[in-house]
Structures are given as structure tokens and as C-alpha cells.
Nanobody
Framework: VQLQASGGGLVQAGGSLRVFCAASGLTFSRYHMGWFRQAPGKEREFVAAINWSGGSSYYADSVKGRFTISRDNAKNTVYLQMNSLKPEDTAVYYC?????????????????WGQGTLVTVSS
């Protein structure tokens, strides 16, 4: 199984960026997908999750209304559209796949993880 996260980069505060994660080696449409992030010196935290069909999603309070998670099962890809970015959004963003029955924000539930992509928001 491989989860390849890409799309990170440097953006000014208030700007937008879309990161994405291409999955291979698994039946993508059977997995819930999540995005997590880890800022320097901080623990990994939940950002957003989407269920297997794309019909249900939820977000951390810190990104609600600014970030949108989506998926394309035909392309085995999950996306995270990030708008109105803030310096505190600076982190390495990780995608993860979860085959359990319930959508969850808990990292321990996720079975596979990508290598992360760095997002830097300048003030």
C-alpha cells in the first residue's frame, strides 16, 4: 500500500492551496480517508476525514469553513482544498486510510499513512 501526498508549498496568509494524496495497492473505495497535520514541536492532529463514498465528512474546528476534503474514487485520490490559510496552518500534512466501519478523527484507527507534504504559510 502506498499513499503519496503532494501539493504542498509556500503560500502567503489568506491564500489557498490544494494538497492531494494518491493511493495504490488497496481498494480505495472501501476506505475512509483522513488528513492529519503536524507542526514543528507539536503533536500530530486531526484535520478532516471523508467516508468511503464521499457522502460524509467532518473537520477539526480549527479548519471548519476554510478547508474542504473531497475524493475521486475513480482516480484513487483524496484532496484537501485549503482556503484563507493562516500561519498556524503551517505543518506537514499527512493522508491516511482507515478500513473500519466508522469515520473517525483518531489517528490510531487509521491503517495506512502517507509520507506527508509540507505546507508553509507566511505572514
Amino acid at each position: 500500500v502506498q499513499l503519496q501526498a503532494s501539493g504542498g508549498g509556500l503560500v502567503q496568509a489568506g491564500g489557498s492551496l490544494r494538497v492531494f494524496c494518491a493511493a495504490s495497492g488497496l481498494t480505495f473505495s472501501r476506505y475512509h480517508m483522513g488528513w492529519f497535520r503536524q507542526a514543528p514541536g507539536k503533536e500530530r492532529e486531526f484535520v478532516a476525514a471523508i467516508n468511503w463514498s464521499g457522502g460524509s465528512s467532518y473537520y477539526a474546528d480549527s479548519v471548519k469553513g476554510r478547508f474542504t476534503i473531497s475524493r475521486d474514487n475513480a482516480k484513487n485520490t483524496v484532496y484537501l482544498q485549503m482556503n484563507s490559510l493562516k500561519p498556524e496552518d503551517t505543518a506537514v500534512y499527512y493522508c491516511a486510510a482507515d478500513r473500519s466501519t466508522s469515520l473517525t478523527r483518531y489517528a490510531r484507527s487509521y491503517d495506512y499513512w502517507g509520507q506527508g507534504t509540507l505546507v508553509t504559510v507566511s505572514s
